[in-house]
């Protein structure tokens, strides 16, 4: 079975596909989608570190996590190798309206493993548009070089979304869960709906 039957099978379920035109907007602006892309990585790292510290105590989530967090962080080197290589500014963060407006959609209160798993869900969900948004670059973008390297990277983030969607299972009520990731899926498409195309963000 290849990664795109696994991945299939285990839905990445997005309510709205990206906008083909996204990838030609994006070659356009390959610096600031690079740079966008390296802090994507910074922070995708940063969120398991974060998971980590705060249910320090559940060590399956603690050991799955931990590989995670470096290669999240190989990957931040890597693209700041891309930009590098092609004498591109590696610029500064902007606002990822994006991630803030699901950060919003985080219930807040409830017990422990509501909690968990909100934040799970969330990650799930970064890591499921990345996964998509890669695999378009890899089969659209000009370059052959950032082709094989967004394939590969494709093929990371599913297994990320995968592993997050698990995690919490494992620790809430599996229907509860997928209850829950059916909301988070319709308003992750009312978002990208509202802020549109933008070919200068991964997201």
């Given at each position: 079975m290849n990664w795109e039957e696994s991945t299939r099978q285990k839905m990445l379920h997005l309510k709205l596909p990206t906008?083909?035109?996204?990838?030609?907007?994006?070659?356009?602006?390959?610096?600031?989608?690079?740079?966008?892309?390296?802090?994507?990585?910074?922070?995708?790292?940063?969120?398991?570190?974060?998971?980590?510290?705060?249910?320090?105590?559940?060590?399956?989530?603690?050991?799955?996590?931990?590989?995670?967090?470096?290669?999240?962080?190989?990957?931040?080197?890597?693209?700041?190798?891309?930009?590098?290589?092609?004498?591109?500014?590696?610029?500064?963060?902007?606002?990822?309206?994006?991630?803030?407006?699901?950060?919003?959609?985080?219930?807040?209160?409830?017990?422990?493993?509501?909690?968990?798993?909100?934040?799970?869900?969330?990650?799930?969900?970064?890591?499921?548009?990345?996964?998509?948004?890669?695999?378009?670059l890899s089969k659209n973008i000009q370059d052959k070089e950032l082709q094989s390297f967004y394939y590969e990277l494709m093929i990371s983030e599913a297994g990320h979304y995968v592993t997050f969607i698990e995690l919490a299972r494992k620790y809430q009520d599996p229907e509860k869960v997928n209850s829950r990731w059916q909301e988070w899926l319709v308003f992750e498409a009312e978002v990208l709906q509202e802020i549109g195309l933008r070919g200068d963000r991964m997201h």
């Amino acid at each position: 079975m290849n990664w795109e039957e696994s991945t299939r099978q285990k839905m990445l379920h997005l309510k709205l596909p990206t906008d083909p035109r996204w990838v030609n907007i994006a070659e356009m602006q390959i610096e600031d989608i690079l740079t966008d892309h390296a802090y994507c990585e910074q922070k995708a790292a940063s969120s398991c570190i974060s998971l980590i510290l705060r249910f320090f105590d559940l060590p399956e989530l603690v050991d799955t996590l931990t590989p995670i967090v470096s290669e999240e962080w190989g990957h931040f080197e890597r693209v700041l190798e891309q930009i590098r290589k092609r004498e591109l500014r590696f610029g500064e963060p902007r606002k990822d309206e994006y991630v803030t407006r699901l950060q919003g959609f985080v219930k807040k209160g409830g017990n422990r493993w509501q909690q968990l798993t909100e934040i799970l869900l969330l990650n799930a969900l970064i890591e499921a548009r990345s996964c998509e948004r890669f695999k378009l670059l890899s089969k659209n973008i000009q370059d052959k070089e950032l082709q094989s390297f967004y394939y590969e990277l494709m093929i990371s983030e599913a297994g990320h979304y995968v592993t997050f969607i698990e995690l919490a299972r494992k620790y809430q009520d599996p229907e509860k869960v997928n209850s829950r990731w059916q909301e988070w899926l319709v308003f992750e498409a009312e978002v990208l709906q509202e802020i549109g195309l933008r070919g200068d963000r991964m997201h």
